[in-house]
Structures are given as C-alpha cells and as structure tokens.
T-cell receptor
Framework: AQSVTQLDSHVSVSEGTPVLLRCNYS??????LFWYVQHPNKGLQLLLK??????LVKGINGFEAEFKKSETSFHLTKPSAHMSDAAEYFC????????????FGTGTRLQVFP | GAVVSQHPSWVICKSGTSVKIECRSL??????MFWYRQFPKQSLMLMAT?????????EQGVEKDKFLINHASLTLSTLTVTSAHPEDSSFYIC?????????FGEGSRLTVL
C-alpha cells in the first residue's frame, strides 16, 4: 500500500530564511507525488507535482521539491520564507497509477516569524 | 485553473437533522468527484468517490447510509449528512479532476450542536 510520512508536524522559520518540509513515501511502483498547501479554513491548492519526469520539480510561489528514489523522499523547499507562506502543507501520493484517489500525509504546519 | 465550488462554506445544525453540502465544477465537467473529511488539526481522509450516474464508492469504515452521496450531473455532487450528531462536526472538502489535475473546493465546515 502507498503511504507518505511527514516527519515534522510543526516547522518554524524566520522570514527570509530557507524552508524545508520533509516527506518520505512508500510505494510499490513509481509514484505520483504532490505537495498541497492549505490556508486556514480554505481548500487546498496544488504547489507542485512529480509524475516521473524531472526529479527536481518547481512549483508555485518559489517552492520546489526533489524526488529521491534512493531515499524515498520528496522534501519541499523554498530559499526564502515569506510571511504569507504560513499555512498547513500536505505531502500526498496517488493511491494507484492512473487514479485520482489521493493519500494524504498528516500535514506540517509552517509558522513564519518576522 | 479549473474551479470547484462548495456550498455552504459553513453550516450549523441541530443534532438529528440532515445537512446537504454541494460540490460544483464551475467550468468543466467531472464524471468523478471525491469527498474528504478533515478533523481539526488533522489530515484529509477520503470518504467516498462520487461517480456521475452511478452509486458512490465508499471507503472502508464510512457509513453509506449516514453520508449519502448523489452525483446526478456532470457538474454537481452532493453529500448529505443524515441525522447529524456532534461527532459529525468536521470540515468536508470535495475535489474533481480536470485535464489531469485535481482541484479542490474551499470546504464546508459543519458544526452539529
């Protein structure tokens, strides 16, 4: 069965410093992986997705993630945090190839301090 | 990108009543929509897959008689929480696929008193 593990439930950074949100996955096939962001009481917005093309994926708002098969990781990074980045971030894997059924990680709450 | 709209965005009801939540794809047709439930400070759990013109597929542990799903058109799926109880209070989110990408509604917060 496919799964994702988000290693940190909370991450706090200062504005202007780098962001690292960690995610490890487990999959019996080459997975499709996603990062979604959720602002308070809002729906989810897709930040980026990996679908077996380039291993370094660039997303919106300056975020990027690198698929590392050897480490089964898909960590999300951003060089410089902005106050507006404060939100909940979910690492997500598709349940099966070619399906829209998604399995969500437990989420990482990012706090950004001025 | 495509837009998925949910209504209402929040609802408060008395215990024992039924509540209907709508999920609409505004600018595309969706043969399949997904309903998720999110408890406070927790992740999203898939409840069911809504299929246009046929019965919904429920995930293990989700009561289909409790959470009625109807997908009568290519742009509308509804989730009805029947005989709601306080433990049904949650954030319900739907999603639909367009051109290979999933789009999520803004969610509906249900509070059962």
């Amino acid at each position: 069965a496919q799964s994702v593990t988000q290693l940190d439930s909370h991450v706090s950074v200062s504005e202007g410093t780098p962001v690292l949100l960690r995610c490890n996955y487990s999959s019996s096939y080459s997975p499709s992986l996603f990062w979604y962001v959720q602002h308070p009481n809002k729906g989810l917005q897709l930040l980026l997705k990996y679908t077996s093309a380039a291993t370094l994926v660039k997303g919106i708002n300056g975020f990027e993630a690198e698929f590392k098969k050897s480490e089964t990781s898909f960590h999300l990074t951003k060089p410089s945090a902005h106050m507006s980045d404060a939100a909940e971030y979910f690492c997500v894997v598709s349940e099966r190839l070619g399906t829209d059924k998604l399995i969500f990680g437990t989420g990482t709450r990012l706090q950004v301090f001025p | 990108g495509a837009v998925v709209s949910q209504h209402p965005s929040w609802v408060i009801c008395k215990s024992g009543t039924s509540v209907k939540i709508e999920c609409r794809s505004l600018d595309f047709q969706a043969t399949t929509m997904f309903w998720y439930r999110q408890f406070p400070k927790q992740s999203l759990m898939l409840m069911a897959t809504s299929n246009e013109g046929s019965k919904a597929t429920y995930e293990q542990g989700v009561e289909k008689d409790k959470f009625l799903i109807n997908h009568a058109s290519l742009t509308l799926s509804t989730l009805t929480v029947t005989s709601a109880h306080p433990e049904d209070s949650s954030f319900y989110i739907c999603s639909a696929s367009s051109t290979g990408e999933l789009f999520f509604g803004e969610g509906s917060r249900l509070t059962v008193l």
